[in-house]
């Protein structure tokens, strides 16, 4: 996925990885990560995307004290405009709904924002700087 947004360091990638590794060990046995797969039926895997729970301060239009984020869309390029990620994200959307969740977000690559904008995704205020 990483290296599909334009990410070519090996070095940086292998962080993301043991990063990430550490991270999905914690997360998805606490039940902070939920994650949906879409199969062929040989079966191969070949699209996913995940939902990041975290506890935060109630805000304007949410009313639970947690935020979810969609991440880690990808769907292989021999998948891809058959409408996986479409179906793979719907279900997203709807899991959200069903656990009382009034917003979700996620970061947009170009590829994938006409996608989102498709199902209503609209453009925030965040902000980011590189420490």
């Not at 991270?23 to 939902?51: C, D, M, N, Q, S």
């Not at 004290?65 to 869309?73: E, G, H, S």
């Not at 009034?102 to 453009?123: D, I, K, M």
Request: proline residues 8%; neutral net charge; aromatic residues 10%.
């Amino acid at each position: 996925m990483f290296e599909d947004m334009g990410h070519r360091d090996p070095a940086e990638l292998h962080r993301v990885d043991q990063a990430s590794r550490e991270y999905f060990a914690a997360a998805v046995p606490l039940g902070t990560y939920k994650a949906w797969l879409a199969e062929t039926p040989e079966p191969r895997v070949v699209a996913g995307g995940g939902i990041v729970i975290a506890n935060w301060p109630g805000y304007p239009g949410e009313s639970l004290a947690k935020r979810a984020w969609i991440l880690n869309m990808y769907t292989e390029p021999e998948a891809r405009r058959r409408g996986i990620a479409k179906q793979l994200l719907q279900t997203m959307l709807d899991w959200c709904r069903s656990e009382g969740f009034r917003n979700v977000s996620l970061h947009a690559s170009p590829a994938g924002r006409p996608l989102y904008e498709s199902l209503g995704f609209q453009a925030t205020n965040e902000m980011r700087i590189p420490l």
